[in-house]
């Protein structure tokens, strides 16, 4: 059948763009999700640290948001595992597939919470102003922190479905392989 198709069709083979992009193999899932984890926990660390000590509302309020960043791989990386595995009994009708729902409810919860108490600081510094110590170092941080951003948005969003990344999938293979 592919020796007819090659003769008879002249569009074969397919073009890159007609291609369709295969899924993402669960490994590599965890790589990302676990080299993204070592990056963010690093870097939440230092906003906060850099945030008590610039005295600035933004970069400890940003902590926090890469604090909920880091709860929301954990649970993508135990929600996957859990949901992969077979139900214990046939006519169980609640499977673990489940489990990926409860972590979004959850993640949702702490991200609400996490926010309206952001509000109610700002709201106390807008009451009563204080000013930032260390200018410079809330920029550059500030600054880094969302060139983490960007780097999670690379890992995770791909801008074509073509596009690989083979850095980006060795670095996380290669930390996959370092936590072993």
């Given amino acids: 059948v592919l020796e007819l198709?090659?003769?008879t069709d002249r569009s074969w083979p397919p073009k890159e763009s007609e291609q369709r992009k295969q899924?993402?193999?669960p490994h590599r899932q965890t790589c990302r999700l676990i080299f993204m984890l070592v990056l963010t926990a690093g870097f939440f660390v230092a906003e906060l640290v850099s945030g008590y000590v610039g005295n600035?509302?933004?970069l400890v309020s940003?902590?926090?948001s890469m604090l909920s960043d880091l709860i929301a791989l954990c649970v993508g990386i135990t929600t996957g595992r859990v949901s992969r595995r077979r139900r214990r009994r046939p006519g169980a009708s609640f499977g673990y597939s489940r489990a990926e729902v409860v972590g979004a409810l959850s993640n949702a919860v702490f991200l609400a919470a996490l926010y309206f108490t952001i509000l109610v600081e700002a709201l106390q510094r807008l009451?009563?102003?204080q000013?930032?110590?260390d200018v410079e170092l809330v920029l550059i941080v500030g600054a880094l922190g969302l060139g983490v951003n960007v780097v999670g948005h690379k890992i995770f969003i791909k801008n074509h479905p073509h596009e690989s990344d083979?850095?980006?999938?060795?670095l996380c293979v290669n930390l996959c392989n370092l936590c072993r």
Avoid: K, M, Y
């Fill in 5 to 7: 198709r090659r003769e």
């Fill in 23 to 25: 899924p993402v193999p």
């Fill in 56 to 58: 600035s509302i933004a």
């Fill in 62 to 64: 940003d902590s926090f």
């Fill in 127 to 129: 009451a009563s102003p």
């Fill in 131 to 133: 000013p930032i110590r």
């Fill in 166 to 170: 083979q850095v980006v999938d060795s």
